[in-house]
């Protein structure tokens, strides 16, 4: 086991605790604690960044599918410098800089990360710009890089064009030459035409008589966050051929508590379309749920979008960022609507 700290040296850092569900100014606590050390398998990272998610949001509203149990640390994904190597872990030094997509535990100064899941980060990238690609930007890049029959000139609808995955994924798909409808709130239009995409409001009564007159013969790949019935909009709006990509189900009207019911009817309509097309009946439409996971395939995503931000291709939107005592803030904010693009916590 190596250390940065001295024998004896009693290492403390900060960290959020998020206590129960409610609202962020009351549920969010910083403290001051000791540091954790390496277990087996582990390593500590002193966290330059962490990325402020929607999950969390989910998580405060007890609305998430998987939520750790009250009290706990959250912070989905991180990128940080090793401090200190656990015993079994072979790789990885102390001062190597990585990334990891831990789903809780990033707000923090140290934060214990399994060694199994690290991905390096090449030195000369901003913190919050290199974290804003970690969950977000792996979501992004997959959803898209799976659809292997998108080409040049072919349409996408991407839901909420203006949030962390949305714009990510706008950008790499304007990048791989697709055309991209970008749903948004008018407020945030013109930051939507600014990443290459033509914005259209969510609200719209008919959002698919919308997207038909932009594409008359239908869209390859609707991208949905929402879930619910715009599933069904999602549907009628693909071309021939086309694919609809659930990749949550964040729809509003659920109380605490009821967290896998949003997520029903994502879950029944893929079934029942995936029988359809067996059957031949979808016109080689086709609906898939995504779920993100660390991995192989996640560091080789994330090593590419790491490329790209170090070409220039890619810009990722840096909403705010913040002390970890700001991680409040950047929830309300997110929770309110009022941003564009990834709010980063900067313990
Ligand atoms: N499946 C996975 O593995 C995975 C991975 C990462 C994220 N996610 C999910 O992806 C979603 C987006 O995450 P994020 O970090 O990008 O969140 P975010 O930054 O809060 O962005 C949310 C976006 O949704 C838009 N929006 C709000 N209501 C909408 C509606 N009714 N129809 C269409 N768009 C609407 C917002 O637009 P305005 O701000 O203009 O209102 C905003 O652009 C979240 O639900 C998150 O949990 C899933």
């Known amino acids: 086991m190596t250390a940065d700290a001295g024998i004896g040296t009693a290492l403390s850092g900060a960290k959020v605790t998020m206590t129960g569900s409610g609202n962020p100014e009351e549920r969010l606590v910083t403290a001051r604690e000791a540091a954790p050390s390496a277990g087996r398998g582990k390593v500590v990272v002193r966290v330059e ?38 015993e079994g872990v072979t790789g990885w030094r102390t001062g190597d800089r990585v990334a990891a997509m831990p789903r809780y535990g990033a ?52 839901h909420g064009a203006s949030g962390g995955v ?31 995409a033509e914005p259209l409001d969510y609200r719209t009564p008919d959002l698919t008589a919308a997207v038909r007159e932009l594409a008359p013969h239908g869209v390859a790949a609707v991208f949905d966050h929402i879930g619910g019935r715009g599933l069904d909009a999602g ?10 990509v659930s990749f949550d189900s964040s729809v509003a009207g659920y109380r605490p508590g009821q967290w ?7 879950l029944v309509r893929t079934g029942r379309r995936f029988l359809a097309r067996l059957l031949g009946l979808t016109g080689g439409r086709r609906m898939t749920m995504y779920y993100v996971k660390p991995g192989e395939a996640f560091n080789s995503a994330l090593g590419a979008l790491y490329g790209l931000l170090a070409e220039g291709v890619l810009k990722p939107e840096i909403a705010g960022r913040h002390p970890l005592d700001g991680a409040a803030t950047a929830l309300r904010e997110l929770l309110d609507g009022r941003s564009v693009g990834k709010h980063v916590l900067l313990p």
């Open 49 to 86: 960044a962490a990325g402020v998610s929607f999950a969390e949001v989910q998580m405060l509203q007890h609305l998430h599918p998987f939520p750790p149990k009250f009290p706990f640390v959250p912070g989905y994904d991180l990128v940080g410098r090793i401090t200190e190597v656990g």
């Open 107 to 158: 707000w923090q100064e140290y934060a214990e990360t399994a060694a199994k899941d690290l991905a390096p980060v090449p030195g000369d990238l901003d913190a919050a710009e290199a974290v804003a690609l970690v969950t977000n930007g792996v979501t992004a890049y997959q959803m898209l890089d799976r659809l292997t029959g998108l080409v040049p000139g072919d349409t996408v609808l991407v």
């Open 166 to 196: 949305g714009s990510l994924l706008t950008q790499l798909a304007v990048h791989r030459r697709l055309r991209v409808i970008g749903t948004a709130s008018p407020a945030k239009h013109d930051a939507v035409r600014a990443l290459g």
């Open 235 to 244: 549907w009628a709006m693909l071309a021939e051929g086309g694919t609809l």
């Open 260 to 266: 896998f019911r949003p997520h029903v009817p994502a």
